[in-house]
């Protein structure tokens, strides 16, 4: 490992999808290396612009946003805010100098990883789904290692790119709560089944409107809801729900292990960050791909755990006419949840976080070694 603190750049946000592996590898970067210092780059007013610096990671922000598939008047910007982000990544590199430069994909990822290779500095970037996005397609012959969950991800990327199989990173901190403990977190009974519903950091409207429709035959059946509803809609969900015993409904759970510890039961969207977390604790779930994803890969991702006997999937244009009877006879069927998770577990990669913070500190460790010789010559 390196001789001296290395110093880790993330760029990472935009959504949770992108920035919880990014923290998962940061925090698995303290345990081999605790005085490593980091710096977080993301976009102001973005999830990462609240999450990062409550994990105690330092955080800028760049002047960036992502291009709407729909024409919108602020596409028109994107040019010239990639051209600025550019700029301020370069700024922020040259103050903190870091051994490494780190994207886990998404519109903050681009500019930072471009400014960092024009350095020449050491570069990393962590793809999550099997279709790699934009960024990591235009960037991956630039980097010195691209880091995938799935292998068919390669066939999409430049034959120059050094592509490394590592999977999904995830928080070690999942593993670290018992039932009863995520349970009292949310001031629930341990004794009574849990269902967990979150459609990742933003909500999903479609999963929101179908569990609305079910909270009554929740509470009635003596079960218990943790619901995750986005901001667009707490306020509907948090008014249904007053006064219900055995109900809890966030905006944003930020301590997500505290919510899977308690559930018995998942529901969810097939991200591939969410796929790596449910398989990695042996969560049975309840997958709803999101239907506009790229390349449908959250279909393909739903459909390797169902083949494999490790989920439930439900589309998302079914939820209303299906999602009762999916939920109600996994949460009265013992067996057959717990066959689920066991199946589940079979596919987790939990290694996956430890090895790309070791791949890490390896470029990092290059690199302060070839500065020292560099130093070394021009004393002699």
């Not at 603190?5 to 998962?24: D, E, M, S, Y």
């Not at 049975?284 to 999101?290: E, K, W």
């Amino acid at each position: 490992m390196p001789k001296k603190n290395a110093k880790v750049l993330f760029a990472a946000g935009g959504t949770g999808g992108h920035l919880f592996p990014a923290i998962a590898v940061a925090d698995e970067i303290r345990k081999l290396e605790p005085s490593a210092e980091f710096l977080f780059l993301g976009a102001k007013g973005k999830i990462e612009e609240r999450v990062v610096p409550s994990r105690d990671f330092p955080f800028r922000a760049v002047w960036i946003s992502g291009f709407a598939r729909s024409f919108k008047p602020a596409n028109l910007l994107v040019p010239l805010k990639v051209m600025v982000s550019i700029m301020q990544s370069i700024r922020h590199i040259r103050r903190f100098r870091p051994d490494v430069v780190v994207g886990t994909g998404g519109f903050v990822t681009g500019p930072v990883l471009y400014a960092a290779t024009l350095l020449h500095l050491p570069t990393l970037l962590q793809e999550q789904n099997s279709y790699p996005g934009f960024t990591t397609r235009i960037l991956a012959a630039r980097v010195n290692e691209v880091h995938t969950a799935f292998e068919e991800t390669r066939k999409f990327l430049s034959p120059r790119a050094v592509v490394k199989l590592s999977g999904n990173p995830t928080r070690a901190t999942l593993v670290s709560v018992s039932k009863e403990a995520g349970a009292k977190f949310f001031q629930l009974n341990p004794q009574k089944k849990t269902v967990l519903v979150f459609g990742g950091s933003l909500g999903a409207g479609s999963i929101n409107s179908a569990v609305l429709d079910l909270v009554d035959d929740i509470v009635a059946a003596n079960f218990q809801l943790i619901w995750q509803t986005g901001e667009g809609d707490y306020e509907k969900a948090r008014n249904k729900t007053w006064g219900l015993s055995g109900v809890r409904v966030e905006k944003f759970i930020h301590r997500m292990e505290y919510a899977y510890a308690a559930a018995d039961l998942v529901v969810c969207r097939a991200g591939a960050v969410t796929i790596a977390e449910i398989t990695r604790l042996g969560k049975a779930a309840v997958l709803v791909p999101f239907p506009h994803a790229a390349a449908g890969h959250q279909l393909k991702n739903a459909q390797a755990l169902v083949n494999a006997g490790a989920a439930k999937m439900i589309l998302d244009r079914e939820l209303q006419s299906r999602l009762r009877d999916v939920l109600f006879e996994l949460l009265q069927d013992d067996e057959q949840r717990k066959q689920i998770g066991r199946n589940s577990q079979r596919l987790g990669k939990p290694n996956a976080a430890q090895d790309i913070a070791e791949a890490i500190l390896r470029l990092a460790e290059r690199r302060q070694a070839r500065n020292g010789r560099a130093k070394e010559s021009l004393q002699i």
